[in-house]
């Protein structure tokens, strides 16, 4: 997919504001989602590592630094209304976990993609604020979840597809 196509289908379906769980800024549903419609296209440029804020990992030792219009502003929820699934570019795509109403922002659990904090992340310094009922109070990554929830993700098909071999 061309960055440009990317861009446009994604203001389409969001709009950028504040988050009012206070993590920033947010995207949010520009109109209805049913659980299963591709809500947004991940992109970006590519690195080797994780940065401090806003990169995305899409392999062991890749990640992307999406720009605002190609998630830079996805936030993290403990019960998230979207999960991850690898585009054939490698790239993420977010998917409605469940219908998703207009206005509402769009969130999914940052373990969905990253496999392990790098020492520069903020996830690892700050507690989460998400709200949900559930709420683990932190920002786990992958590693850092107990072996069923690792096979449950897997067996549910909702997280990036490099981390099926871990």
Request: charged share 25%; glycine share 6%.
């Amino acid at each position: 997919m061309e960055e440009s196509s990317i861009i446009a289908f994604n203001q389409e379906n969001v709009y950028c504001g504040e988050s009012p769980k206070g993590y920033g800024k947010a995207y949010f549903a520009k109109h209805n989602f049913q659980a299963g419609d591709i809500v947004m296209h991940g992109f970006g440029r590519i690195v080797n590592h994780q940065t401090s804020r806003f990169s995305m990992q899409i392999g062991l030792n890749k990640h992307c630094l999406p720009t605002k219009w190609t998630g830079r502003y996805l936030n993290h929820s403990c019960e998230p209304n979207c999960f991850v699934r690898t585009r054939p570019d490698g790239f993420p795509d977010l998917i409605a976990l469940r219908d998703i109403k207009k206005g509402e922002e769009i969130t999914y659990e940052y373990f969905m993609s990253e496999f392990v904090w790098s020492p520069c992340a903020q996830e690892k310094r700050i507690s989460c604020r998400c709200g949900a009922k559930k709420c683990f109070k932190k920002i786990l990554s992958f590693s850092q979840l107990n072996d069923s929830h690792k096979r449950a993700l897997k067996k549910r098909k909702i997280i990036s597809s490099y981390l099926y071999n871990t």
